[in-house]
């Protein structure tokens, strides 16, 4: 099965999360076609969630949630991580969602990172 154009998958994104209430939006642009993506998620009280893609045994994409490991869920520390991932792979995309809730939009399954 053919992988949507990364540009078409973040604006789908945003768009779930604005539907559900939630602000969204690109905090760093990659490369439209196959750029990765990181999902972080701020509740908007100094933490915040970051979420990357992976895939299963199966090859079904599934987001795995690295502030449940040694990252944290310090928003700098997430900041900071992001940051350091584009500094290595110009084609990657931060999304940025700001809910309460800390609801992360994503419709693939979710795994512990």
């Known amino acids: 099965m053919a992988e949507l154009k990364t ?3 973040v604006s789908a994104l945003i768009r779930r999360a604005q539907i559900g209430g939630a602000f969204a939006a690109v905090a760093r642009k990659g490369d439209t076609d196959a750029g990765a993506v990181l999902v972080k998620v701020a509740s908007l009280d100094g933490r915040a969630r970051l979420y990357a893609p992976a895939r299963a ?3 079904e994409r599934v987001w795995l949630d690295l502030s449940a490991g040694s990252l944290g869920d310090e928003e700098a520390a997430v900041d900071a991580y992001a940051r350091k991932r584009a ?3 110009p084609d990657l995309w931060v999304v940025e969602i700001e809910d309460r809730q800390g609801r992360h939009f994503l419709e693939e399954r979710i795994d512990k990172g």
Do not use: H, L, Q
């Open 7 to 9: 540009d078409f998958w």
């Open 57 to 59: 045994g199966e090859g």
């Open 87 to 89: 500094d290595v792979d």
